[in-house]
């Protein structure tokens, strides 16, 4: 019986360090990241376990964005959700994220609950497009074409 209450304390103590990681991490990780951090801790099937233990508690939500998995973090909120727009720069494939809070969202919402009697707790968007560094580097990029192009003309132009 002794074991048994080690499994249960263990299992106790591994959604304690997954709550804190999300915390710690402003509440959304890659779940391949959340794994690296707590393999020195737990098992792989200790890990695993806590999350869905968590997922089933309505502590937490798995879900997939840019084909990679991901744990955010949405608490006990009763009649509140998580929003999260997610944004893919598909020229460096970098990622970022921001919670979204707007009364529209809040209205398609209760629009939902009321013709589905669904509850939404985590809306997820994903956006793909060109980032803000992209966008600059592209727009130097086509600077520095037009001053080649200028110092051509100009040479041609002295050429003549
Ligand atoms: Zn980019």
């Given at each position: 019986m002794v074991v048994y209450k080690k499994r249960i304390l263990r299992n106790n103590q591994i959604c304690e360090i997954i709550l804190d990681n999300l915390k710690e991490n402003?509440?959304?990780?890659?779940k391949e990241d959340l794994v690296k951090r707590l393999i020195n801790w737990a098992s792989l099937s200790t890990i695993y376990r806590g999350i869905s233990r968590l997922e089933k508690k309505g502590l937490i939500v798995a879900f997939d964005a840019a084909n990679d998995k991901y744990i955010a973090y949405i608490g006990d909120r009763s009649n509140k959700s998580l929003d999260l727009a997610f944004f893919v720069c598909d020229v460096c494939h970098q990622r970022f994220w921001l919670k979204l809070s707007n009364t529209t969202l809040e209205k398609i919402k209760r629009e939902i609950k009321k013709l589905y009697d669904f509850d939404s707790k985590f809306v997820l968007y994903e956006f793909h497009g060109v980032c803000k560094s992209c966008l600059l580097s592209k727009k130097s990029n086509s600077l520095n074409l037009k001053k080649e192009e200028i110092n051509h003309e100009n040479s041609s132009y002295a050429n003549r």
């Open positions: 402003d509440n959304i990780v890659k």
